[in-house]
């Protein structure tokens, strides 16, 4: 499980040279918003050329036009998985899917058609995580700002995630590079409902989404110390010491509390989620 997502325009050599060394999880060259319409091909070329030496996710233009098609057939084979953007169906999942078969995906939530297509579009067979697009789902649906705002939207997000046997899904960027305070507290607020993993539009914000997705000291002492009592028990319910029950649903969130844990990069070595 990737902690941070670290976005790079595909058209900036510069960015794109120092993206793998500011220390995410996880890196995504970005195809879409990030470049201009008449940079879309100069930047397919140059992230072609990085991803014969690095991996790294890449995010393509909108499914079903010709760029996206453009984009798929020059990272075929190449990146480590694709995010999709705008992903407002389960048919749109499917036509990258066709052109990539094998390829993991990430696919965006970002509007209100997308979001209640989410249960359909976790189920296709090569979708990794469900992301929710924060910044373009709140213009789609006239929310302000504010983390309460999207409440239901990140819940319905883990709720089809989850039922859908995928991964968490990973929380939006936050856009205000300056307040660290705002991020931490969105991040922490997309934690507490289930996401994890954050995506990142500048490396001075992966310290603090790092801090808020690592598993703490005592988060993981309290995770052993519930698998160790219900082993003793038996698989039975069980009183710790200091008075907490625990029967099969809290043993079983302290399993996946440890197994995130175990599966957090030791490094940033950019391999797919």
Known sequence: MHRSYLFAPGHNAKLLRRVFE??????????EDAVPPDAKQQARLMVTG???ERSAWVRINTVRTDLAAADLDAVAGLAAGIRIPKAE????VQWVRDRVPGTPLICAIESAR??????????????RHLSMGGVDLRRDLGAGDGNLQTLYARSHIVVASRAAGLGP???SVYPRLDDDPGLRQQAEFARSLGFFGKSAIHPRQLGTIHDVFTPSAQELTWAQAVLDAFAAAGGNAVKLPDGEFVDLPVADRARRLLELA???????TNAPA
């Open 262 to 268: 175990a599966r957090r990069p030791a490094d940033a």
């Open 169 to 171: 899904p990973i929380d």
């Open 50 to 52: 990085v991803l014969a």
């Open 114 to 127: 997308g979001l209640l297509a989410a249960p359909e579009i976790a189920t296709v067979p090569g979708v």
């Open 22 to 31: 500011a220390g995410a999880d996880a890196v995504i060259l970005d195809l």
């Open 89 to 92: 169906s389960a048919g749109d």
